[in-house]
């Protein structure tokens, strides 16, 4: 017998990292790393974060801030920070600042990125290659309102053949906010303007902003873990967020309407907080996504470990009747998830009795560290859908211990000969009395 202690709660979140460590694999990450965080986070342990990510098999764009940097040299040369519509002016002293600006954060992060990680052995050997280049392809924002903006500008075009090969060859690509013309001009681009373009030409999986605050904040100042795209504009007019938070909510949204899957608003200040959005369920900042995070799909055999999972505990404990793998596989296409990202958790069956206009829900679980949310509800409201589409007219449930939960969602008691008579035979056969609810569908 090993004595070795193995801390429980270590076990878990392994567990629970398992599957984001395998869905995260060959995706394109954009990460926006505010100028704030190289004066004053822990850069080491966020470098080596990255590192890590990036030995996992996450392709990685990282674009750096260089906003407080340049804002510092423009007051030490004694000019004045100049905005228009939330743009910077940027005169031709002042791109010379952005360049150096540029070259200064751009060679900060190199050397991070250079340390070799710090957790894994042969350091040295391991490192990661950071790759650069002309991969943004500007154009001037022009005059705004009468108002000529100078060397500022927006992505006229990605480079993403370039960046895919840099990706390909394992590289992280490292961009700098500054793109520049067919003409040979160079333009001082947004940490925002940049990112967002990346992400969506990248169809990138993920962008991430590591700002100064822990994400969106709601009116209590508590980070909001989740919102969607449409929920964004009424979260700004309810609660006002930094400037900051604001330019990253809307290319956040940009990104999503354009096809990016998810968007992360966090701290880069808060040690960790990368890894745990990524790879835990509830995260650290705000995630954003098009639509509602929780969907429902029908299962595949892929799922069966997943549903196993969800339902052990509650056959050990008599919850449930025990369904073994090889029923799971015979029967997976009776079933539905809850999924959220990659994460299965919830399931649902419904049985068919077609000639007696009649189905059975069961196997009705919602993860524990989940429930209360309503997910069971809406796991109902979709068997009852997929019911309705069948005609069925009596949908069953049988249950040992959640009887109320089906009392208080329109079932009604109901006996034995009610049950279509295959189920009855079942039901005789398991030994198990479970009460028997029936709810009536309308078509
Ligand atoms: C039953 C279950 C699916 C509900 O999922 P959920 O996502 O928590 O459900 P909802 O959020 O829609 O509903 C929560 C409500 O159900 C109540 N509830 C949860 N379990 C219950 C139970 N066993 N009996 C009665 N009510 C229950 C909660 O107290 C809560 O009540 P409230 O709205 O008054 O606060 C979930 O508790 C579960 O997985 N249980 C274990 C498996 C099980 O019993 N399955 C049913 C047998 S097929």
Redesign the pocket.
Known sequence: MNNVLVNPSFVDDFRQAAPYIQYLRGKTLVLAISSQILLRGKLDTLASDIQLLASLGVRLVLVHGIRHYLNQMISDAGGALSYHAGWRITDESTLRLVKQACGLVRCDWEALLSAGPAHMPNRSSRHLKVAGGNFLLAKPLGVLDGVDMGYTGRVRKVDTDAICRRLDEGCLVLVSPLGHSLSGKSFNLGLDEAAQALAVALKAEKLIFLGEKDGVLDEAGRVVSQLTAAEVDDCLVRVPQSAETARMLKAAVYALENGVNRAHILSGFDDGSLIHELFTRQGRGTALAQSAFMRIRAADTRDIGDIIHLITP?EQSG??LPRSREYLETHIREFWVLEHDAHVC?CVALKLFTEQQAGE????????D???????????EHVITQARQHSIKNLF???T?????FD?RGFQAASLADLPPDRQVQYRQNQRQSKIYVRRLSQ
């Open positions: 509650l919850v449930l919830g829900l069961a196997c009705l679980v919602v993860s524990p989940i429930q209360e949310g309503g997910y069971g509800e809406l796991l109902l449930a049988l249950s211990s959640t009887g109320s939960w208080e």
